[in-house]
């Protein structure tokens, strides 16, 4: 450690049972390869409530939280070209940057190395970003300078919803002109809409049950905004497209009848591209009428997608705002310092007022 005389810090930690509280722990040691990070901004996700829950596996015992703003402390030998103080990004999904996948795919979407999904290490395999200070894994791969003109804020929605909104757009192939229908309006779905206009649709209908949501969709640039509780979704978006549906929808929500609503909503021979954490518990179904899976024959594709991590994506989403291209800052609407986090993930699982991110600050 050397750089820094600090040996405790504050961790929120996944306890078991449904629980999560503020521990007094060690700073971590760095192992090579790994780099020492000091929390400047982190924010909550719906993934690490599905942890607490015991919807995603968790381990007890781990520190939560993946979306992560710092200043480097340290690094390990191995990691080259950083230095301490410097302010950086870093990915929910830390890729290797070694493995087979990674080599053939700088997003490390493939990446299962260390056992994980997807690259997915913080607050499952190891400790996350909800301290004082993180030992970020591979950090050669996936530690990202943030431009100064960048600010912590606009960049940590990124490192996991923002990442995934994008990649939802990404791998469908939307092209210039075509129409989008996102289901599902919280962080991953505003970032699709967003993905979708930077990408060139020619329509994006968003979608979602809670009308702030929907009031932030045509906020961000959606063209019109559905509340699925008033309106039978499917036929609407009949009639927008006369009939056509949508080249491609994403679900951004992640249940089962969201699922299906795309799947409704995509035309034949589009893409259905489904970024929803589902969690690791009950099943998917494909209807087979015409409307729907279409007997397995409609030729509809049916994608996934992570929340792709490492360096190169995070220089070219830092690039894109640096540059004025989007800003999803609007979306951490409330903040918390770290000893106030209980009453942060109370909050943003409760959702009593209008809450998309909670930041999470030292
Ligand atoms: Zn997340
Ligand atoms: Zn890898």
Redesign the pocket.
Known sequence: MGATAVRTMKGYVFAGDGRAELRELPVPEIASGEALVRMRLASI?A?DLKIIDGRIPGRPGTVLG??LVGEIVAVADGVRGYAPGQRVYVP?DTPCGQCYECLGNANGRGCHADGTIAAFHFATQRDGAHAEYVAVPYAQANLTPIPDEVTDEQAVVMA??GSTGFAAVESSELRMGDTVAIVGQGPVGLAATVAARLRGAGYVIAVDVIPWRLEMSMRLGADVALDATQVDVVEIVRRLTGGWMADVAIEAVGTPQTFLTALRLVRPAGVLSSVGNYGMQGSLTLPLDAGAFMGGIGEKRIITST?PGGKERGRRLMHMIEHGKFDLSPLITHRFPLGEIGAAYELFRDRREPVFKVGIRP
């Open positions: 996700c993934t993946h979306e929910g996991c919803g929340s």
